[in-house]
């Protein structure tokens, strides 16, 4: 099994998109995939059209087995299940703040609750916090989407130097860009120049008015159009992380 968070400290960087894209082409092709929606504004849950249950309570499928196990939702999609999001989350860190050996939580769930799936994606909230420390030491990697923008470049920074300060291990980290207008010259040249460095992984997700369609369709992008050219890249970026991850 692998876990994969997607992450980031800045929010608007299109997580929730990816991590459901992601997703779903790891079911598309059999593999048992379990996506979990840690976002209190249930981004991913919504483009997938799963609601949680009226009387959940998300967060406490962080700490309790039978939450977790109960929470598991069947999505539309073969191979894909989806634990929901509703708006307990954003008690999350107080949450964890009250549980004794928190920083663990995330793994210990993962290892009892979803042994059987194949691929674990963790669509996460931006923030540095205790949510962030159990991902950082819980996943096996961390998909850091990233706009190319000096002030996203600057989070990333961040982040590596959290990572490093924490000891946590720098092969976790996955970089990449996302949202990228390539009629800007800044978004050409820093991608360019990262690119040439060799950090973050040659494909991008580009920005497109077909990618927002998902909020509107309630699918993931290649469920309603796998040749358009954003459609193409999240392909094309799976079968990267694939290979960066080590899942054949």
């Known amino acids: 099994m692998k876990v994969c968070a997607l992450y980031n400290s800045k929010g608007g960087v299109g997580k929730s998109t990816i991590a459901v894209n992601l997703a ?37 499928s962080v700490s309790h087995r039978e939450a977790f196990d109960s929470s598991i939702t069947v999505t539309g999609y073969d191979n894909l299940d989806i634990i929901p999001a509703d708006f307990s989350l954003r008690n999350l860190d107080v949450l964890l703040d009250e549980l004794k050996n928190s920083r663990h939580m995330i793994e210990k769930q993962i290892a009892s609750g979803a042994a059987n799936y194949d691929v674990v994606f963790i669509d996460s909230p931006p923030g540095l916090s205790l949510l962030a420390e159990n991902l950082f030491l819980g996943c096996d990697y961390i998909l850091l989407p990233m706009i190319p923008t000096y002030l996203s470049l600057r989070s990333y920074m961040q982040i590596s130097a959290y990572f490093s300060e924490g000891n946590f291990e720098a092969g976790k980290l996955i970089p990449f860009f996302s949202m990228v207008d390539t009629r800007k010259k800044m978004h050409r040249d820093i991608i360019r120049e990262y690119h040439a460095q060799g950090e973050f992984l040659s494909v991008y997700i580009p920005e497109s008015s077909v990618i927002e369609k998902m909020s509107h369709r309630k699918k993931p992008l290649p469920a309603y159009s796998t040749v358009h050219p954003a459609s193409r890249s999240f392909y094309d970026l799976w079968a990267e992380i694939k290979k960066r991850i080590y899942l054949s």
Do not use: N, R, Y
């Not at 981004?43 to 998300?58: C, N």
């Open 24 to 60: 779903f082409l790891s079911a598309k092709e059999g593999l048992k995939t379990l996506l979990w929606d840690l976002d209190p504004q249930g981004a991913a849950s919504f483009f997938l059209d799963v609601d949680g249950k009226v009387d959940s309570d998300s967060a406490e």
